[in-house]
């Protein structure tokens, strides 16, 4: 695979990816937020098992499935924030607040391997608050425009961050039994538990919420256009979890990783595009300003220390 093929796949990615979003909160009509993301995950673990076959994961070694499994408990977590967050905020706030979590990743990386930030990690950060603060557009004194939603989706900043930072610490490891697929595999059944145990604790009786009257059971089988959330799970199974992985693990190896992280900037953009287009979402200049500072805060955070050291040798 040539490299610009390889990047426009990563493309391909990215705007599958941002445009999830949509889907997600069209799905939160029909289900609360746990229960759509553990059907979501459901349908997804049966479709790589179609194509793959769980059979496979029997040859696993104990610590790979303990790696796989811990993986996808911080990958099902970091969604479920995502996911309610979505449900309280609106789609260009949640998609530009969790683009936040490479700029995090370094400050991780501080504490579980000791490796030193440096001084770009800690203008993005600055820049980003900044690019936050601009995007939410709070009343400091009365806290006002601060939505659930905005602060849930901030707070699954650092669990992404983590879930990254493990992802490069096993994958560096990563045992001769541990291909993609089963890790994939893995992480799916990893999170499923999660999902499971915040529906039964916190979700069980609002399922759906009716506007008919007379459908007063609680089941998800008996919403109103029921066909638009089996198409929002297919796209969010197919495209947005098992699609979207493959794509990102066959393309990336063939370009750099830095590239790999600028195309991966247009999700929040894609996202923001969609929404507005699809829900006529309100969009001001100074939310639009804010989102081109968090982008700016992530390229800096990134990058800026390698265009330094160019900048440097050239001279």
């Not at 990816?17 to 949509?22: P, R």
């Not at 994961?57 to 499935?65: C, G, R, V």
């Not at 919403?223 to 959330?229: E, G, I, S, T, V």
């Not at 969009?283 to 804010?290: C, D, I, Q, V």
């Amino acid at each position: 695979m040539k490299s610009w093929q390889a990047e426009f796949l990563i493309f391909i990615a990215a705007v599958i990816w941002g445009l999830s979003y949509v889907f997600v909160q069209e799905g939160l009509a029909f289900a609360s937020p746990a229960l759509f993301l553990l059907l979501r995950f459901a349908a997804a673990l049966i479709i790589t098992f179609f194509f793959f076959g769980c059979m496979s994961l029997s040859t696993l070694k104990p610590k790979t499935w303990r790696r796989g499994l811990f993986l996808g408990a911080l990958f099902g977590g970091a969604y479920l924030l995502q996911t309610y967050a979505i449900n309280f905020t609106t789609i260009p706030k949640a998609s530009f607040i969790t683009s936040l979590v490479l700029p995090a990743v370094p400050f991780v990386s501080l504490f579980l391997l000791k490796k030193p930030i440096t001084v770009w990690n800690l203008v993005g950060v600055v820049l980003a608050l900044f690019g936050i603060y601009l995007l939410v557009n709070p009343d400091l004194q009365e806290f006002k425009n601060i939505q659930t939603g905005d602060i849930i989706a901030l707070c699954s900043v650092p669990l992404w961050a983590l879930y990254l930072n493990y992802i490069d610490i096993f994958t560096s490891e990563m045992e001769e039994d541990a291909d993609t697929p089963k890790m994939l595999m893995l992480q799916f059944l990893g999170a499923i538990p999660v999902l499971l145990a915040v529906v039964l604790v916190f979700e069980t009786g609002w399922f759906v919420k009716f506007e008919s009257p007379d459908m007063t059971k609680g089941f998800l089988w008996n919403a109103p256009n029921l066909w638009k959330y089996f198409i929002c799970l297919g796209y969010l199974a197919l495209l947005g979890s098992f699609a979207l992985t493959f794509l990102q693990t066959a393309a990336q190896k063939y370009t750099t990783p830095v590239k790999a992280m600028i195309i991966f900037q247009f999700e929040p953009i894609i996202a923001t595009i969609a929404a507005v287009w699809y829900y006529q979402e309100s969009f001001t200049f100074k939310m639009g300003l804010g989102c081109v500072i968090i982008l700016a805060a992530v390229l800096l955070s990134e990058l800026g220390q390698a265009l330094f050291n160019k900048k440097t040798r050239n001279n």
